[in-house]
């Protein structure tokens, strides 16, 4: 698929806000998963609780490196535009880097089921 700079961009711009709220979400759940471990009745929850842990981890790197990777991809698409200023670029039509929409895309999957195993874990233990 192809898309104009301009939706290329902002459609870099989207993931970036779609990652950091990510983010926040993923310390707003280890904050929670600190907190049901602090419990006396929680300690046969702590594999359980490690595990998310873990999962968390892995998460928050998986969103770093899109970050840093839609960083390079939005930083080339500024190159690009500069050098085409003077000829016109408003008809390219860009490869919107499907590796990297395929790794974001797969990234938004994995970790809605996350939300969604902790939401019932949460559910569960309340």
């Known amino acids: 698929m192809t898309l104009p700079p301009r939706k290329l961009h902002l459609e870099y711009k989207r993931w970036i806000v779609e990652l950091n709220f ?3 979400l993923i310390k707003i759940f280890e904050d929670h998963l600190t907190s ?7 300690k046969k929850l702590l594999p359980q609780i490690e595990q998310f842990q873990n999962q ?4 928050r790197e998986v969103i770093d490196e899109l970050k840093h ?7 080339q698409l500024a190159a690009f535009v500069r050098e085409m200023v ?3 670029f408003e008809n390219e039509r860009l490869d919107n ?3 990297l929409r395929k790794r974001f895309l ?10 969604s195993r902790f ?3 949460e559910t569960e233990w309340m």
């Open 119 to 121: 939401r019932q874990f």
């Open 69 to 75: 990777d839609l960083n390079i991809s939005e930083r």
């Open 36 to 42: 049901i471990a602090s419990h006396n009745a929680a």
């Open 106 to 115: 797969t990234f938004r999957n994995l970790f809605e089921d996350l939300k």
């Open 86 to 88: 003077p000829v016109g």
């Open 22 to 24: 990510d983010i926040e």
């Open 97 to 99: 880097h499907s590796e």
């Open 56 to 59: 968390l981890i892995c998460q």
